[in-house]
């Protein structure tokens, strides 16, 4: 459903796009349709006799001037039913001076009346004071802008209308604004569609769309299957609690043995457990049975270094650790030991014999080497130099002496 709404909205983009397009035309504005000189045989009324010239109003509080008759854009400016209908622009203007610090304004007005009879004003007020007297200069008041969109009337007329308002310490007859240049243009498409066309591309637009809405469209329906995951029996881990094993006593025996050849001493550690009296040395005991609960004898292993020996049939792995540990001090602490290692790093080896003799005992200079520098050519020329330097040195010198007496 999602891609069809895409398709429906790109086919309307288009018709539109088209649409558009095809009302495209010529834009064209007319010349300024208003006389700016401000007499009667030019179409004007008011207060005409107040100004600065003919071409400039003076402006008084409550007076204006309009257009004695309006602007027919059917017969005045030429357009056809059909440029009426797609749509006009209409911009007033003018220039003002407010030239006193009055509060003062400028109403501009396009009075505007359908073929039909209907009349609509577009009103502009423009503001303005000047703190010097006489001073500040002309402005431009800016568009007064009406527009009349799509209609089905033949014809158009405007009255143009311009009113002055002033209040304040200036209470002359002329103490509102000067006006000049009054305009009026108006713009509109040189070759438009006419409106019954317009009307009829719309429709059909309109049509299209509503066939396009109407075409059926395969319904596709989601199917959500919601998988549930049984959890997994999670496995059970028993803790059980081991109750420590009565740590045996080790006792400590140090026999002396003399012997003829060699006095060692041997140190025979041996485990009797507290809660077994009856228990033998594990070394003499013999292998338990299987009714027995007693653990298996660990073999007897001795380490043997140096004048050390070592039952290593002790349960209590921490103290076997400890006295593994004072057997290798012991044997580290052996010079004895070290001794046996006495030997050189490595055998000295004399290299590089027999070599063969590469020296030249040739006499290069078998005179003296300064005999050679003082017949050398160049020695013999920078020594010319240095004596012509010399020799003109001294007799510049001796010049110098005779200038100076």
């Not at 010097?132 to 405007?158: E, K, M, P, R, V």
């Not at 881990?237 to 400590?252: D, G, L, S, T, Y």
């Not at 580290?332 to 063969?356: C, G, H, R």
Request: net charge neutral; with cysteine.
């Amino acid at each position: 459903m999602k891609y069809f709404l895409m398709l429906i909205g790109l086919i309307v983009y288009y018709l539109l796009n088209w649409f558009s397009n095809s009302l495209k035309a010529e834009v064209v504005t007319t010349n300024n349709l208003l006389n700016q000189t401000f007499t009667t045989s030019n179409n004007w009324q008011g207060q005409l006799s107040g100004n600065h010239g003919t071409g400039i109003i003076a402006g008084e509080n409550g007076g204006y001037v309009e257009t004695i008759n309006d602007i027919s854009l059917k017969n005045d400016v030429g357009l056809t039913e059909a440029q009426i209908q797609n749509g006009w622009i209409g911009n007033q203007s003018a220039q003002a001076w407010f030239w006193n610090d009055n509060t003062q304004d400028l109403t501009m007005k396009q009075i505007v009346t359908s073929s039909s009879g209907s009349t609509v004003t577009q009103t502009k007020i423009v503001t303005g004071s000047c703190a010097t007297y006489n001073g500040c200069t002309f402005q431009a008041t800016g568009n007064n802008t009406f527009i009349s969109t799509l209609n089905t009337n033949t014809d158009y007329s405007i009255k143009n209308r311009f009113e002055f308002n002033s209040t304040g310490n200036y209470t002359t007859s002329h103490n509102a604004a000067d006006l000049k240049l009054p305009s009026l243009t108006i713009t509109y498409e040189n070759t438009p569609i006419s409106v019954n066309d317009q009307k009829d591309i719309i429709e059909n637009a309109r049509i299209i769309v509503e066939e396009i809405q109407e075409t059926k469209v395969p319904i596709i329906k989601e199917t959500v299957v919601e998988i549930k995951e049984e959890p997994k029996p999670q496995p059970v881990i028993a803790i059980v609690e081991e109750k420590p094993e009565p740590k045996p006593e080790v006792k400590e025996e140090t026999k002396v043995i003399p012997k003829k050849e060699e006095k060692e001493t041997t140190t025979i550690i041996k485990n009797e457990e507290k809660k077994e009296p009856d228990s033998k040395d594990v070394a003499a005991s013999p292998v338990p049975t299987k009714e027995s609960k007693e653990p298996k004898a660990v073999q007897s292993k001795e380490v043997k270094t140096g004048t050390v020996k070592l039952d290593s049939q002790i349960k209590d792995i921490g103290r076997d650790m400890k006295l593994n540990n004072l057997v290798v001090i012991k044997a580290m602490t052996d010079n004895t030991m070290i001794s046996v290692y006495n030997v050189p790093f490595y055998k000295s080896k004399k290299m590089y014999e027999n070599q063969l003799s590469i020296a030249d005992n040739r006499l290069l200079y078998a005179n003296n080497l300064n005999r050679y520098i003082v017949n050398d050519p160049l020695v013999k020329y920078n020594r010319a130099l240095i004596n012509i330097k010399s020799e003109k040195q001294r007799l510049l010198n001796e010049i110098r002496m005779l200038k100076n007496g």
